[in-house]
């Protein structure tokens, strides 16, 4: 599964340029949107959320992400008027990580708002990774595949752009394979993310 994905031909682009691509792809009349993630740790400067837990203030990070709501249901209202089904997939390690923990409140708004993610454990995968983790990757149906590129911080610096049909084509199918044993994202979060104590960051 992802055999090809490693030496795939890319494009690299800037943070900038691959937004651009993005949306310019995302309206081109694709079917769906594949987000397969991977990381344990991320930054996200600017989310006032994130930016509250990173300075140790947990519940008014929680209460932050509430203002997220309009933009992310907007975003579904796009998606629905351009019929495209999205669809992500959250790996998660344990023991769970500061972030992942703060970052399951996120998306718990997305699913209330029409996201459709499940969640699954990375020691289920552990034969799957015995060489590399699982790509962290977007799939834009059948016009364009990235993976997303982080520096050594957590800060996202750009992407890798594939458009070879059939590599877009497997890592599509690796990506149905594994969110078909994926657990629904409420039955998850209720059973390893509610009970958690708020966690002490390391920003």
């Not at 930016?51 to 008014?60: I, K, M, N, V, Y």
């Not at 034969?127 to 996202?156: C, H, Q, S």
Request: glycine share 6%; aromatic share 14%.
């Amino acid at each position: 599964m992802f055999d090809s994905f490693p030496l795939g031909v890319s494009e690299r682009m800037d943070r900038s340029a691959y937004h651009a691509d993005f949306r310019r792809a995302y309206s081109a009349g694709i079917e769906y949107l594949n987000k397969l993630e991977r990381g344990q740790n991320f930054k996200e400067r600017g989310f006032a959320s994130w930016e509250a837990f990173a300075a140790g203030e947990w519940d008014q990070a929680i209460s932050l992400v509430q203002e997220k709501r309009d933009v992310y249901a907007e975003q579904f209202r796009e998606a629905a008027r351009l019929n495209i089904l999205q669809r992500r997939l959250r790996v998660v390690e344990f023991p769970v990580t500061p972030y992942v923990q703060w970052e399951f409140f996120v998306l718990r708004l997305r699913v209330e708002l029409g996201d459709n993610i499940r969640v699954l454990d990375a020691r289920k995968i552990s034969d799957i990774e015995k060489d590399r983790p699982v790509p962290e990757v977007v799939i834009l149906g059948d016009a364009a595949m990235y993976e997303v590129l982080y520096d050594d911080d957590g800060n996202a610096m750009g992407a890798r752009r594939f458009s070879d049909p059939a590599l877009i084509q497997e890592t599509s199918a690796g990506f149905d394979a594994l969110y078909e044993r994926g657990d629904d994202f409420h039955d998850f979060f209720d059973r390893e993310i509610a009970p958690l104590a708020p966690p002490a960051t390391a920003y």
